[in-house]
């Protein structure tokens, strides 16, 4: 049986454009349809559905972005392509946050249109796809990568939501958080949720390459073009060719660096060092920083423009000090794989007291640290159970962080006030610091529960929190209610 070629849909008022773009897609072995309109484009796509749709910006009746509006309401399935004008930065940052796969700009290169259409319809590029056993393996590959970001509070089930939205586009996307929070197991998982899931994800750390090495690194070079030099070497966007480029702590690049960078996003193509002409290049851009990249353009540490360049969609990782109701599925899960990497069979357990230990540290190493520190209590206990003591956290150390964190722990907005009416602390702290934050967080949640007659949700809602909050702080604090 033969399955029909995709259909697409070319939308230019241009005669000659419209008929040099249906030429190069039948050649392609696709089957097209034509329009000059909006008007039109909405006249075929009320008729019947496409693969993908191919339209400019500009139209004599209304802009690309109207019909990439409408197809978004309607819950249209096609992916779509814009064309627009040389240079308008603008024009394509706002096609891919109205839902576009890709653009592309004037004079539009014919090998990247056949290249960015094929990447949009699934197809592997034709240089990557006789190919498949020289890419390397990436860790994580599949649905599991997403099932790796562990949890179910509200902050990282916004951010898998955000992560199966933009795996379908082509939009850059700029990854931030803190150091340890899984920035790069997010990029991973956005590259694995889209038609690139297929071809290589390159990870590149911009600030563990030496400046000199940089341009070479990025965008290779020819044999002889400098000392050492012996042979012609790809570099990361060749390698990534159809695939994901992540670039880890873009912050970190030189301005030197960062000029050139943006040349490579805006005209997708790379001359690298000793060539005389250009490659062109089909990579996906997924960024990620530690950093304020809106203070350090203000400081004018970063440039403006790659920044609303690589800005297009931006996730935030949040820090494990706020998602401490997660604390623990990620350590049986953490235990689970140091566990079958050392050998050990069943994984040990962490106890109540081990648990409750870990929720009052601040972890400013996030999720990486806190695995660093599973790994020596697994050592350390030789059991079945993991307890306080092998965590190896001074008691001073809880103090210190619970001190610091726990306004953030509670979330307790400023309407939130009254509740806490008649609790303040003492003219001289106690010794022991952490047993009376204890008390008064177990206070301030008593105290809502009674003016809410117990309801945890009306309760929760007082404090700024989530049902699941509060059901991990009252079981935390040992506070027990009757069911209402």
Aim: charged letters at 25%; one cysteine or more.
């Amino acid at each position: 049986m033969s399955t029909a070629p995709p259909r697409l849909l070319v939308v230019d008022d241009e005669p000659d454009l419209r008929t040099l773009y249906e030429l190069t897609l039948l050649r392609e072995g696709y089957e097209i349809d034509s329009a000059g309109t909006v008007a039109e484009a909405l006249a075929h796509l009320q008729a019947r559905q496409y693969s993908a749709v191919i339209t400019d910006m500009k139209l004599p009746d209304q802009t690309g972005l109207a019909l990439l509006r409408w197809m978004d309401q309607a819950g249209r399935p096609e992916k779509a392509i814009v064309i627009t004008a040389f240079g308008s930065a603008e024009n394509a940052v706002e096609a891919l946050k109205a839902g576009a796969y890709d653009y592309l700009t004037k004079p539009v290169d014919l090998r990247q249109f056949r290249l960015v259409v094929g990447s949009a319809l699934g197809r592997q590029p034709a240089a990557r796809a006789a190919e498949p056993a020289s890419a390397p393996p990436r860790a994580g590959a599949g649905p599991s990568t997403a099932q790796r970001l562990v949890g179910e509070s509200p902050p990282i089930r916004a951010v898998r939501a955000l992560i199966d939205k933009v795996g379908r586009s082509m939009a850059p996307v700029l990854v931030q958080g803190e150091s340890g929070t899984g920035k790069e197991l997010v990029a991973r998982a956005i590259h694995d949720h889209g038609a690139r899931a297929g071809q290589r994800f390159v990870a590149v750390n911009c600030g563990a390459i030496p400046e000199n090495l940089l341009e070479a690194e990025f965008f290779g070079y020819r044999k002889g073009a400098f000392t050492g030099a012996n042979e012609d070497r790809e570099g990361f966007f060749q390698a990534a060719d159809g695939g994901t480029l992540f670039l880890d702590e873009i912050g970190d690049l030189p301005l030197a660096m960062q000029s050139k960078l943006l040349r490579v996003i805006q005209e997708r193509s790379v001359r690298p060092v000793g060539a005389t002409a250009e490659t062109p290049i089909n990579v996906r851009i997924v960024s990620a920083t530690h950093k304020d990249l809106a203070a350090e353009v203000a400081a004018g540490r970063f440039r403006q423009d790659l920044f609303y360049r690589l800005n297009v969609i931006q996730i935030r990782v949040p820090p494990l000090r706020e998602r401490l109701e997660d604390l623990g599925l990620i350590s049986a899960r953490l235990l689970a794989r140091i566990a079958q990497d050392a050998g050990v069979s069943p994984p040990p357990q962490l106890t109540e007291a081990a648990l409750q230990t870990l929720a009052r540290y601040g972890f400013p190493g996030n999720v990486r640290e806190l695995e660093n520190l599973l790994h020596r209590a697994l050592a350390l206990a030789g059991g079945e159970w993991i307890d306080a003591g092998d965590l190896g956290l001074p008691d001073t150390l809880l103090d210190d962080n619970r001190c610091d964190s726990v306004l953030d722990a509670l979330e307790v907005p400023m309407t939130a006030a009254p509740v806490a009416d008649g609790l303040s602390l003492p003219e001289q702290l106690p010794t022991d610091l952490a047993g009376y934050l204890d008390e008064v967080e177990r206070a301030i949640l008593l105290r809502a529960l009674e003016q809410h007659r117990f309801n945890r949700t009306a309760a929760a809602a007082s404090l700024g929190l989530s049902l699941r909050q509060i059901r991990y702080r009252m079981a935390r604090l040992a506070i027990s209610v009757g069911e209402n």
